[in-house]
Every structure is written in C-alpha cells, then in structure tokens.
C-alpha cells in the first residue's frame, strides 16, 4: 500500500489560510469516509484534528476543516496563528483492514 | 484522562525479535468499539500504520509486514504487546501506539519509543 501523497510543504502568513491536499488512488478514498488529519509539533505525539473526513474532535477550533472529493481530500487551516506550524498527515482507510498515512506536510506560519 | 505509553528496548540487533508493550489508562480495551493501534515514522519518514487489535480480540495487520507482526493484549494490565521479527536497520524509527477505531481517527497516542536497529 503506497502512502497518500502530500505536497511536502505549505506556507501562510498570520490571518492567513493554508489548504493542504491529500491524495490517492480511486481504492484508497472510494467509498470511504474515514479520512483523518493529524497535527505533529517536533517532539510531541500527533495530534488527531479532523475525522470522518470533515468532523473535529472537542477542544480543535473551528479553524481547522476538511473535505473530500473523489481521490483527493484536504485540510483548510484558517486565520493561521503562530502554532499551527507544524507537520500534517493525512491518513485514509485503505480496505482490507488498512490504513494509509499521507507523506506528510511542514506547515511554516511566514 | 486517557494516556498511553510504549516501553521496549531502545537497540535491537539485525535478525532479532522486537517487543514493545503500550500500557495505557483512561479506558477499557474490553469496552465495545475499543481498539489500539502501533504506528511507526522512520527518521524524516511519514507515518506507517502497522497493527491493530480490537476490543473483541480482532487483530489486523498491514499487508507488507504481516508475515513479521503479531498484536495482542492483556485486558487484566491494561496492555498492548506487539511483536516484529527478523527486524532490519530499515525498521529503525519511532514505534507509538494510538487509541482508535476504523471511523474514529487515532484520537489518543503515546510519546513514542524510538528504536534502532544496528549490530
């Protein structure tokens, strides 16, 4: 199973908005919609931002959405702040009982 | 509070058995729709999904490794046990696991134990 693919960075500066795409195969989104994204600061354990393609687990700011279209889904980071520089993963169902991580993306607040 | 810690050996040699263990708290592993995960990220790699067991002892591997991995639990420790054999310096990278269920994403996860395969 070949990992989603990621741009491997995104840039924005304070205020700003960062929308970072995930995508794959037709096998690895059809049908699916358990699609999640992940916020990793260096040194910490990931933290789970999104689920379900577009639902955000208590305490994550509204800030924070995502979508999917056919073989692609994405993260909208809004009114970026100094934290949310960070790395991103995507992660997808895959079938089969699998799951499929994103190549992951370094967001830098400019 | 939901907390989760993996604990194993930092090195392990080429060819060698690697066990790690994820004690957790927080939950219930023998509650309906528990489940936990091992993840894995090499040094400057993106994330791999490796394992999961359920809350009814259901277990699922990811393809390419499943010949070398196997998941268990220990219900009565609050415990996760995964297994690796015949590990190769291409394993080496940070070994976590994560709370979570097909739809749910990985809501909780561990620090992470770092390993290394050298001899």
């Known amino acids: 199973q070949s990992a989603l693919t990621q741009p491997p960075s995104a840039s924005g500066s304070p205020g700003q908005s960062v929308t970072i795409s995930c995508t794959g195969t037709s096998r690895d989104f059809r049908g699916y919609s358990y699609v999640s994204w992940y916020q990793v600061h260096p040194g910490k354990a990931p933290k789970l931002i999104i689920y379900e393609v577009n639902k955000r687990p208590s305490g994550v700011p509204d800030r924070f959405s995502g979508s999917k279209s056919g073989d692609a889904a994405s993260l909208t980071v809004s009114g970026l702040q100094d934290d949310d520089e960070a790395d991103y993963y995507c992660c997808s169902y895959a079938g089969s009982d699998n799951f499929v991580f994103g190549t992951g993306t370094r967001v830098t607040v400019l | 509070q939901v907390t989760l810690r993996e604990s194993g050996p930092a090195l392990v040699k080429p060819t060698e058995t690697l066990i790690l263990t994820c004690t957790f708290s927080g939950f219930l592993l023998s509650t309906s729709a528990m489940c936990v995960n091992w993840i894995r990220q090499p040094p400057g790699k993106a994330l791999e999904w490796l394992a999961r067991?359920?809350?009814?002892?259901?277990?699922y591997y990811t393809t390419s490794l499943r010949p070398r991995l196997t998941i268990s639990k220990d219900t009565s420790k609050n415990q996760v046990v995964l297994r690796m054999t015949d590990m190769d310096p291409v394993d080496t990278a940070t070994y976590s696991c994560?709370?979570?269920?097909?739809?749910?994403?990985?809501?909780?996860w561990g620090q992470g134990a770092l390993v290394t395969v050298s001899s």
């Open positions: 067991i359920d809350w009814d002892d259901d277990k």
């Open positions: 994560a709370r979570g269920c097909s739809s749910s994403g990985f809501d909780f």
